[in-house]
């Protein structure tokens, strides 16, 4: 136990550097530049298309920088920016379905998925997700409160004021994120020395089989929905080697995934941020089931009719 601990403390000490020094300066740039021309022009051009979304045009920014890199360098950018509650929640909702995009696309085509299919579910869920909870939700109106990261200034005046301002909260919200990704390292590691992901595994068996999959599919899908696509890749690509995942089986995980993966760790990153994440859980976990079922129950049918055909032609 207390080597796991020592272990999973470096781990985080390690991942929160890591983390550091890509929310860091993200952070720096967008909030020096909110005081320049560039991102205000920016921010007017695309103010149309994200009206769609319930979104102001500054929200493309950690849009934009969640999907090329990670939802802690999204973190980064929202926290330089005034956005409502309601937006917050939204981008939350799509930057869980659509992140990190380079990485996480390149783990899917390395288990054999489709890489349209997974960039079509990933920008597809996020844009009708955001469709959705503007159209239905009617509150989240007020001005979100970002943790610990202190209120705007009403007036920052002179380069030496904005740098100081943008210094912090940089600060703060590398600190408020330690806070979650240190307990949440030795957590994990905790389960890799215990061999808790194969109990988890077996746990996963009868619901992986209820969503269309075949058995052997559970060490797959028990690592993406603890670990996350680019954490749990390693297991993932040698659980697909070694289980004799088929493609159909292990496309149908990777829907499933795509909507609802590392389930703790991108839920509590969201804490600092002031909304509600039981919602966000539930709107991942209910749209994952109900896509993948989907997409399995029309795949069978699909597979039944070509069966059928074969017979007939004999």
């Known amino acids: 136990m207390g080597s796991s601990l020592k272990r999973g403390l470096m781990v985080g000490l390690n991942t929160t550097w890591s983390l550091g020094k890509v929310i860091f300066p993200v952070t720096l740039i967008v909030s020096i530049l909110?005081?320049?021309?560039?991102?205000?022009?920016?921010?007017?051009?695309?103010?149309?298309?994200?009206?769609?979304?319930?979104?102001?045009?500054?929200?493309?920014?950690?849009?934009?920088?969640?999907?090329?890199?990670?939802l802690y360098a999204a973190i980064g950018a929202i926290l330089t920016?005034?956005?409502?509650?309601?937006?917050?929640?939204?981008?939350?909702?799509?930057?869980?379905?659509?992140?990190?995009?380079?990485?996480?696309?390149?783990?899917?085509?390395?288990?054999?998925?489709?890489?349209?299919?997974?960039?079509l579910v990933r920008l597809g869920l996020a844009f009708l997700s955001a469709i959705v909870i503007n159209l239905v939700w009617n509150g989240g109106s007020?001005?979100?409160?970002?943790?610990?990261?202190?209120?705007k200034s009403e007036e920052v005046s002179g380069w030496g004021s904005i740098l100081l301002e943008s210094i912090?909260?940089?600060?703060?919200?590398?600190?408020?994120?330690?806070?979650?990704?240190?307990?949440?390292?030795?957590?994990?590691?905790?389960?890799?020395?215990?061999?808790?992901l194969a109990v988890f595994s077996r746990w996963m068996a009868p619901a992986t089989k209820a969503l269309g999959m075949k058995e052997n599919t559970?060490?797959?899908?028990?690592?993406?929905l603890l670990i996350g696509l680019a954490y749990g890749a390693g297991?993932?690509?040698?659980?697909?080697?070694?289980?004799?995942?088929?493609?159909?089986?292990?496309?149908?995980?990777?829907?499933?995934?795509?909507?609802?993966?590392?389930?703790?760790?991108?839920t509590l990153i969201f804490v600092p941020l002031g909304i509600p994440v039981l919602p966000l859980v539930l709107i991942r976990l209910g749209v994952a089931i109900?896509?993948?079922t989907a997409v399995a129950f029309v795949w069978n049918r699909a597979d039944l009719a070509k069966r059928k055909e074969a017979v007939y032609e004999q």
């Open 290 to 292: 109900l896509l993948t």
């Open 168 to 196: 912090t909260k940089a600060g703060i919200g590398i600190f408020q994120l330690a806070i979650i990704v240190i307990p949440l390292m030795v957590v994990v590691q905790i389960m890799k020395d215990r061999q808790w």
């Open 81 to 119: 920016l005034d956005l409502t509650v309601k937006e917050v929640f939204i981008i939350a909702v799509m930057l869980s379905f659509s992140h990190n995009m380079l990485v996480e696309s390149s783990v899917a085509l390395k288990v054999g998925v489709k890489l349209w299919i997974i960039v």
């Open 218 to 224: 559970s060490t797959t899908m028990a690592a993406g």
């Open 235 to 266: 297991v993932m690509i040698q659980a697909v080697q070694e289980d004799g995942v088929s493609k159909k089986d292990v496309t149908l995980a990777f829907i499933f995934l795509v909507a609802c993966h590392a389930v703790v760790e991108d």
């Open 142 to 151: 007020e001005i979100a409160k970002y943790g610990m990261v202190p209120a």
């Open 34 to 70: 909110k005081y320049t021309p560039v991102l205000p022009w920016v921010i007017d051009l695309i103010t149309p298309l994200m009206a769609l979304l319930g979104l102001s045009g500054d929200a493309a920014i950690p849009l934009v920088i969640g999907n090329f890199l990670n």
